[in-house]
């Protein structure tokens, strides 16, 4: 089946620093990627839809500056978190369609800010 | 509001009994529905999505447009079958648009002997 990878698993970064998640499909295009959050006990949220070729789409109250999205190719898509505060801590989560309906998942990068 | 909702966050059933995992959602239009899975400790799964009318893992949902819900059904719970389950829309907003999943909140399906 589809795979979708992400790099780091886990990063710990400092304050005021940038960390870059990366999250690829290993056997298979994606010109869309999606990109979602999950904070401890909770749901995913949808944070932006990565666009390869385009700029990407954020969703309502996501700050576009302060997550910055690249697509960089059909397989490729960057997420980099700058200058993260602890409050970004989070679980981030991407996902790339194989068809109209089926989503892969990654496995998701553990984001620690101290 | 367009939303989709999962009353239970919690849901505790004895191995064998039914489970029913309560879906409602309140999107225009027809919206495609999935359900999907996270086993402890991996990835998001799909598990089944309503256009398919198919059986996974003994799982079934059913689409009813009347009461906007998609409730996912098994007849006898197993072990195995302990994770969170997540509702989700595929929501088309505009032509040319990437179609997108929202979740629901989410419940815990905990199956004990």
């Known amino acids: 089946g589809a795979v979708v990878s992400q790099h780091p698993s886990w990063v710990i970064c400092k304050s005021g620093t940038s960390v870059k998640i990366e999250c690829r499909s290993l056997?298979?295009?994606?010109?869309?990627m999606f990109w979602y959050r999950q904070f401890p006990k909770q749901s995913l949220m949808l944070m932006a839809t990565?666009?390869?070729?385009?700029?990407?789409?954020?969703e309502q109250g996501v700050e576009k500056d302060k997550f910055l999205i690249n697509h960089a190719s059909l397989t490729l898509s960057t997420l980099t978190v700058t200058s993260a505060h602890p409050e970004d801590s989070s679980f981030y989560i991407c996902?790339?369609?194989?068809?109209?309906?089926?989503?892969?998942f990654g496995p998701g990068t553990r984001l620690t800010v101290t | 509001a367009q939303r989709v909702t999962q009353p239970e966050k919690l849901l505790s059933v004895f191995k064998g009994a039914p489970v029913e995992l309560k879906c409602n959602y309140s999107y225009s239009g027809s919206p495609e529905l999935f359900w999907y899975v996270q086993y402890s400790r991996q990835r998001l799964q799909l598990l089944l999505r309503h256009i398919s009318r198919e059986s996974i893992k003994g799982f079934t949902a059913d689409l009813n447009k009347g009461e906007t819900s998609f409730h996912l059904k098994k007849p006898f719970a197993q072990e195995e079958d302990s994770a969170m389950y997540y509702c989700?829309?595929?929501?088309?907003?505009?032509?040319?648009?990437?179609?997108?999943?929202?979740f629901g909140t989410g419940t815990r399906l905990q199956v004990t002997l």
């Open positions: 056997d298979f295009q994606a010109t869309t």
């Open positions: 990565s666009n390869e070729g385009s700029k990407a789409t954020y």
């Open positions: 996902s790339a369609p194989l068809d109209s309906y089926e989503q892969y």
């Open positions: 989700a829309p595929l929501i088309s907003p505009n032509t040319g648009t990437a179609s997108k999943l929202t």
